[in-house]
């Protein structure tokens, strides 16, 4: 296909079957960006696969710091959300499902740094952050301003943030399982 320049500024493509129409006119060439935006574009082309080289273990990385840190905290006793998270279900005893969440969490953080088999660690690690939002639904008063839940407290805050996590999780998962897959040797028949 060639498309040539008209008087109208606008461009007329040449290959087009003269039977249907003798000539196609096009949208109208549009002008170079600025050198700016041309430079920017070219940093960006260069930083970009720099990026798309260490996100996912820096994702991947993260994630485990904060599920193991928050873990620890959880079995060492000292962590600042027991009450919290205790009284969100009052129906468990909060003396062992502490520890033992701070346990699961610490085994979660451990598989997202490894980072084998991410999709099923995501998928508990989801599951588990769902259960954060109970303090939605059981300690409301908690988590928004005067019942309304467009303003959130401290708390509503932190547990809101973990939609950001959830997400990250998926992420992880979906980045790391891509770049896993590929690093695989073909298998011969």
Not at 7 to 18: A, C, E, M, W
Not at 53 to 77: D, E, H, Q, T
Not at 80 to 105: C, H, K, N, T, Y
Not at 106 to 129: D, K, N, T, W
Request: aromatic content about 6%; charged content about 15%; some cysteine.
């Amino acid at each position: 296909m060639s498309i040539e320049p008209t008087p109208s500024g606008h461009n007329t493509r040449t290959d087009v079957d003269p039977c249907l129409q003798a000539s196609v006119e096009t949208a109208p060439t549009l002008p170079r960006p600025p050198r700016v935006v041309q430079s920017l574009d070219s940093i960006e082309s260069w930083i970009a696969p720099a990026l798309r080289r260490i996100s996912a273990p820096l994702l991947r990385g993260s994630l485990a710091l904060v599920f193991v840190w928050f873990g620890a905290l959880k079995v060492a006793g000292v962590t600042p959300v027991a009450d919290l998270v205790a009284d969100s279900v009052p129906w468990l005893d909060r003396a062992w499902f502490i520890p033992v969440l701070g346990l699961v969490e610490i085994v979660l953080g451990a598989a997202m740094m490894l980072g084998r088999f991410l999709a099923i660690v995501s998928l508990i690690l989801v599951g588990h952050l769902a259960g954060t939002f109970m303090v939605l639904v059981m300690q409301p008063e908690l988590a928004f301003q005067h019942g309304n839940p467009m303003l959130l407290t401290t708390i509503g805050e932190f547990v809101i943030k973990n939609l950001v996590l959830a997400s990250a999780a998926i992420a992880a998962a979906a980045w790391s399982r891509q770049v896993w897959s590929s690093a695989k040797p073909a298998r011969s028949a």
